[in-house]
């Protein structure tokens, strides 16, 4: 099969910037990472891209904006030569069977003078899926080779995992719950900081363990798989009146809650967990983990993976994948009623 040097572009929910990967793959079991780079946001611009979330305010001035800051990613990576991008955009707003990602695949392409895949939720929502999570397939062409049943854990704003069995199709994902998203919001309004770095506020904290225990109370978790979540589907849960160390252990102690309320609906036990995206850094978050899990918890790194740049990668996978007519979604990991192919190609001009 045809190898691919394919860029991957992603900005997750927490609003810190742009992962670029360039990957080269055959869209199935080959995979070989390449260079990686984030870019951060500006606080003038990731003030805009927060105010347009749930679809307000100016989106198309956003949207164009987002785009010309996605090439300006792309040509910072100097990655040669290069087939195509993966341009995940923005998600502004997923309730399904609504999802809108912003981000302008034509003028990417125009931009950047490289084919674009963009797109890549529409089809499965069309298919009766949630249109997320859709990293799974890249985790498992990863985990070929590794001891399973596993776990690959993502914590970026929202968090989600995938569950990788013994069989070539034993596979499950979904949306645990809140990752990283309230617990930055609470160090913006509370402290002025983007978010809790090393979990170093949380750890002087005291978890409210009833606040805990009425967020576990929601019905989305006693949900069966796979189902989804917006970055905000929590935000009721903010702890008011707590103060700001207090505030912030107990957002974790959910997000590590939530989590590990997640292993219930596994086939089978996972040997090992695997974290990847921001949360990773956390080890105020982890170490929540660690004492909630049974099995082993840790970075991607410890396997040889790029964290900071596995969901960027993934997002190139997933064009590879796209203009072969392969599936980027299952049954199993969006609730799409078959497997379901995806994203929309714009060739460059």
Same mark, same amino acid.
């Given at each position: 099969?045809?190898?691919?040097?394919?860029?991957?572009?992603?900005?997750?929910?927490?609003?810190?910037?742009?992962?670029?990967?360039?990957?080269?793959?055959?869209?199935?079991?080959?995979?070989?990472?390449?260079?990686?780079?984030?870019?951060?946001?500006?606080?003038?611009?990731?003030?805009?891209?927060?105010?347009?979330?749930?679809?307000?305010?100016?989106?198309?001035?956003?949207?164009?904006?987002?785009?010309?800051?996605?090439?300006?990613?792309?040509?910072?990576?100097?990655?040669?030569?290069?087939?195509?991008?993966?341009?995940?955009?923005?998600?502004?707003?997923?309730?399904?069977?609504?999802?809108?990602?912003?981000?302008?695949?034509?003028?990417?392409?125009?931009?950047?003078?490289?084919?674009?895949?963009?797109?890549?939720?529409?089809?499965?929502?069309?298919?009766?899926?949630?249109?997320?999570?859709?990293?799974?397939?890249?985790?498992?062409?990863?985990?070929?080779?590794?001891?399973?049943?596993?776990?690959?854990?993502?914590?970026?704003?929202?968090?989600?995992?995938?569950?990788?069995?013994?069989?070539?199709?034993?596979?499950?994902?979904?949306?645990?719950?809140?990752?990283?998203?309230?617990?930055?919001?609470?160090?913006?309004?509370?402290?002025?900081?983007?978010?809790?770095?090393?979990?170093?506020?949380?750890?002087?904290?005291?978890?409210?363990?009833?606040?805990?225990?009425?967020?576990?109370?929601?019905?989305?978790?006693?949900?069966?798989?796979?189902?989804?979540?917006?970055?905000?589907?929590?935000?009721?849960?903010?702890?008011?009146?707590?103060?700001?160390?207090?505030?912030?252990?107990?957002?974790?102690?959910?997000? /590590?809650? $939530?989590?590990? @309320? *997640?292993? %219930?609906?596994?086939?089978? #036990?996972?040997?090992?967990?695997?974290? !990847? +995206?921001?949360?990773?850094?956390?080890?105020?978050?982890?170490?929540?983990?660690?004492?909630?899990?049974?099995?082993?918890?840790?970075?991607?790194?410890?396997?040889?993976?790029?964290?900071?740049?596995?969901?960027?990668? /993934?997002? $190139?996978?997933? @064009? *590879?994948? %796209?203009?072969?007519?392969? #599936?980027?979604?299952?049954?199993?990991? !969006? +609730?799409?009623?078959?497997?379901?192919?995806?994203?929309?190609?714009?060739?460059?001009?």
């Amino acid at each position: 099969m045809r190898l691919r040097r394919v860029i991957g572009l992603m900005s997750g929910t927490s609003l810190d910037g742009i992962d670029a990967a360039l990957l080269v793959t055959d869209g199935r079991e080959q995979v070989q990472a390449g260079a990686s780079l984030t870019v951060p946001y500006d606080p003038a611009f990731r003030q805009k891209l927060r105010g347009v979330l749930g679809g307000r305010g100016d989106v198309a001035a956003v949207e164009q904006s987002l785009t010309e800051l996605h090439a300006q990613a792309v040509r910072a990576l100097d990655a040669g030569e290069v087939d195509l991008i993966g341009f995940h955009g923005h998600t502004i707003l997923h309730r399904p069977p609504r999802t809108w990602q912003i981000g302008d695949g034509a003028l990417l392409a125009r931009l950047t003078g490289i084919d674009v895949v963009n797109d890549f939720r529409s089809a499965d929502v069309a298919a009766g899926g949630e249109g997320a999570p859709l990293v799974p397939l890249y985790h498992r062409a990863l985990a070929h080779r590794l001891e399973r049943p596993l776990v690959v854990l993502n914590i970026g704003g929202v968090a989600n995992l995938t569950w990788i069995g013994d069989g070539p199709e034993e596979i499950l994902a979904f949306d645990t719950g809140p990752g990283n998203a309230l617990i930055d919001d609470w160090m913006l309004a509370e402290t002025g900081q983007t978010h809790d770095a090393n979990g170093a506020l949380a750890r002087t904290g005291r978890v409210d363990t009833a606040r805990v225990q009425s967020f576990l109370a929601d019905p989305y978790f006693a949900r069966k798989p796979p189902k989804s979540l917006d970055r905000d589907d929590f935000t009721r849960y903010r702890p008011v009146g707590l103060s700001a160390a207090d505030g912030a252990a107990t957002l974790t102690a959910m997000t /590590a809650a $939530a989590i590990a @309320a *997640a292993a %219930a609906h596994f086939p089978a #036990p996972a040997r090992r967990w695997l974290v !990847t +995206g921001g949360g990773r850094h956390n080890s105020t978050l982890l170490t929540m983990l660690t004492q909630r899990l049974n099995g082993v918890v840790a970075p991607v790194e410890s396997v040889g993976w790029q964290g900071d740049a596995l969901e960027a990668q /993934a997002f $190139a996978y997933l @064009a *590879a994948r %796209a203009v072969e007519g392969l #599936p980027l979604s299952l049954p199993s990991t !969006t +609730g799409a009623k078959i497997p379901t192919k995806g994203g929309r190609h714009h060739p460059a001009r």
